[in-house]
């Protein structure tokens, strides 16, 4: 697995990536000097996402997914992602229930009948509706 860090779309060609490549790994922190040494010595924290193609930024991860899912005409999905979300206690604003929908999609785990959300996320959807009416 790589362990190259990616802070700009740039850093990678965005035009062929897919959900299994943004597949979120694990997260990721690190500590980076922006100048000087010793007490002068300025940093930041950078927090990330590992992925089969490296460690991305947050903020560059999300976009990629989110604009992934666009590209892919899957929005309506991500919008029951994000509703399912904010049924979650956990999930403790609406910053954190993005990036845990996002999370979901990019493992495509609604598909997983594993998963422990399925049965729940599955329930109401237009799919089961559409069949209900007929």
Known sequence: MPDNLINTEK????????????????YTGRNLTISGEGRDRKTKYRTGVMTEIGD??????????YELIVKSNE?????????????E????NE???????????????????????????HENSPAKLIKEKK
Not at 95 to 121: C, I, P, Q, V
Request: hydrophobic letters at 45%; charged letters at 25%; proline letters at 3%.
């Open 11 to 26: 850093d990678i060609g965005t035009s062929t990536l897919t959900f299994s490549q943004l597949r979120q790994r694990y």
């Open 56 to 65: 991305i930024e947050i903020f560059i991860w999300e976009k990629m997914v």
């Open 75 to 87: 929005l309506p999905l991500f919008e029951r992602l994000m509703a399912w979300c904010r049924k």
């Open 89 to 92: 206690p956990f999930l403790l």
């Open 95 to 121: 910053a954190e229930r993005k990036t845990y929908a996002l999370t979901l999609h990019a493992a495509r785990l609604f598909e997983n009948k594993e998963w422990a959300g399925y049965t729940d996320f």
